[in-house]
């Protein structure tokens, strides 16, 4: 199973999040892929750790951040702030994998419960992409699920995904739904196997 990783992490300054503050961000993939990990970059000055509620939904983020009828939670989990350039990892545990089909957008908001911890960058919005994904930076807010302040607000953090597995033990096979042979094949060098079929008699699909 392919995985890989998108930071978004520019060179320059920080700007401490207001009370409160959440950002959102938009992911297009390519593949199927599944979120597995996120890290995030938590100011250490006034709390050891934070609760944060991760949430998304099929469609942009843009123009949805107060409507909280329009998402999904993902997770809600208490992390260690650790300070500037020093990621805390949401990881398998706290992610339950979340499934994005191919050519989708997909918007997702990162919500710090605790005032002054939620760290990022004044330079949105920005496009980050690979072979697999593609991420657009969206926006900011001082709480949840009011209109963004800032369409500028920077996501600072790294978004850690996999290629969707095939369900299955090799060998597979299928079953056609007449009475046509049925075929099988075992090769699991790839995460998700393409067969073109042959009609083997008329009445047969392809």
């Given at each position: 199973v392919v995985t890989g990783s998108l930071d978004t992490l520019l060179t320059g300054s920080y700007y401490i999040s207001s009370p409160s503050y959440y950002n959102t961000f938009d992911i297009t993939p390519t593949e199927c892929i599944e979120i597995t990990q996120l890290d995030l970059h938590l100011y250490s000055g006034y709390w050891t750790s934070t609760p944060i509620s991760v949430y998304y939904r099929e469609g942009t983020a843009s123009g949805y951040e107060n409507n909280s009828s329009a998402w999904t939670l993902i997770t809600t989990s208490t992390v260690t702030c650790a300070g500037y350039y020093s990621p805390v990892?949401?990881?398998?545990?706290?992610i339950p994998d979340t499934q994005l089909d191919a050519g989708k957008t997909y918007g997702f908001m990162v919500f710090a419960h605790n005032y002054y911890t939620l760290l990022y960058q004044q330079i949105g919005?920005?496009?980050?992409s690979d072979s697999y994904i593609s991420l657009t930076t969206v926006s900011g807010g001082y709480t949840l699920w009011s209109s963004p302040n800032s369409l500028t607000s920077h996501f600072a953090g790294t978004v850690h995904y996999q290629e969707c597995p095939v369900s299955g033990t090799p060998p597979l096979s299928y079953l056609w739904s007449t009475d046509c042979p049925n075929y099988s094949f075992s090769d699991n060098t790839i995460a998700r196997p393409t067969l073109t079929l042959a009609a083997p008699m008329p009445s047969c699909p392809t």
């Open positions: 990892r949401l990881s398998e545990m706290d919005p920005r496009t980050y």
